[in-house]
């Protein structure tokens, strides 16, 4: 008998399994290979062995990252892929990489550094499920270390301001979704009528930006003009997942934590201090960096007090 398979991730909203894009991927490739997955939601990643979510633990394996848990998967013989031809699998790798460099800049930037978007939709949303005190820290973290991913691969020359990286990145993102379409183009699948490993990613991408309903959405609106890209999610979600296609409010936008005004006072003090270091040490910076600096700062403090 094989041994039994646990993967712990983010849970889910707005009609989807795990508004995690990479917990998406993991959780649909097991559902297209009929892999026996335990799915636990968790309410922060400092649960999980590594750190990282999603995470597979099988016995005394623990395994992170999309790509290694899928060929963990493979491995055990649950194979999505084991019809596609050598071309096709070079294919697939080629559009997952297209995938990382291309989509998931604009990805990030859409949940976690765009200020509306993330004030409003994902901020509340995460700490409503994480517990206090670390629902005051973590969402800034994870804001964080989204813009720093963002900047380490797009905020080289020629592009010198946020504005400059953010205007690229979604170029970039639409582009791909254009790739996409025409690949996809009547077919239910990427690859004809079965889902396999490229249907699998290509959905942990695209199912949050369709799905989640934030202020700002051009992301959104350029996904919604393709409509076999919308079609491809919401088969997906009802054939696999038994989910409902309709998009509903996050359930902990509303609520306030009781806690987080009695501590307004003392937080304050601290996130006052730490601007002034910060802003006075930062005033040495190139002008080109001192907008990243500032931005970087800004987030920071406004993630303790908000």
């Not at 978007?117 to 270390?145: D, H, Q």
Request: hydrophobic share 40%; charged share 20%.
């Amino acid at each position: 008998m094989a041994a039994p398979m646990e993967l712990s991730c983010w849970g889910g909203d707005w009609g989807l399994p795990s508004l995690h894009p990479e917990s998406l991927t993991v959780m649909a490739y097991a559902k297209f290979s009929g892999a026996p997955l335990t799915v636990n939601t968790i309410n922060n990643s400092w649960r999980t062995p590594k750190g990282d979510i999603p995470v597979l633990i099988s016995e005394d394996i623990v395994i992170s990252q999309p790509a290694k848990i899928l060929n963990f998967l493979r491995k055990q013989k649950y194979n999505a892929d084991y019809e596609l031809s050598a071309k096709q699998g070079a294919d697939t790798l080629a559009y997952i990489a297209l995938l990382e460099e291309k989509l998931l800049p604009a990805l990030l930037h859409t949940f976690w550094v765009e200020a509306e978007n993330y004030c409003s939709v994902t901020k509340p949303w995460f700490a409503s499920r994480i517990p206090f005190p670390l629902s005051l820290y973590l969402p800034g973290k994870m804001s964080r270390e989204a813009l720093n991913r963002i900047l380490l691969t797009k905020g080289g020359p020629p592009l010198y301001s946020l504005s400059e990286v953010e205007a690229q990145i979604y170029r970039d993102a639409k582009e791909c979704l254009n790739l996409l379409s025409k690949r996809l183009g009547t077919s239910q699948f990427f690859f004809g009528n079965t889902p396999t490993t490229l249907d699998a990613f290509v959905f942990g991408f695209l199912a949050p930006v369709y799905k989640v309903c934030f202020p700002r959405v051009q992301l959104q609106e350029h996904l919604k003009q393709l409509p076999n890209l919308c079609r491809f999610c919401d088969d997906i979600l009802t054939c696999y997942f038994r989910l409902t296609v309709s998009g509903h409010s996050p359930s902990g936008q509303d609520t306030a934590d009781a806690n987080l005004q009695k501590l307004t006072q003392l937080v304050n003090k601290e996130s006052n201090l730490i601007e002034k270091v910060t802003f006075t040490s930062v005033s040495n910076l190139p002008a080109s960096l001192r907008v990243l600096a500032y931005r970087y700062t800004c987030n920071y403090t406004m993630d303790i007090l908000v």
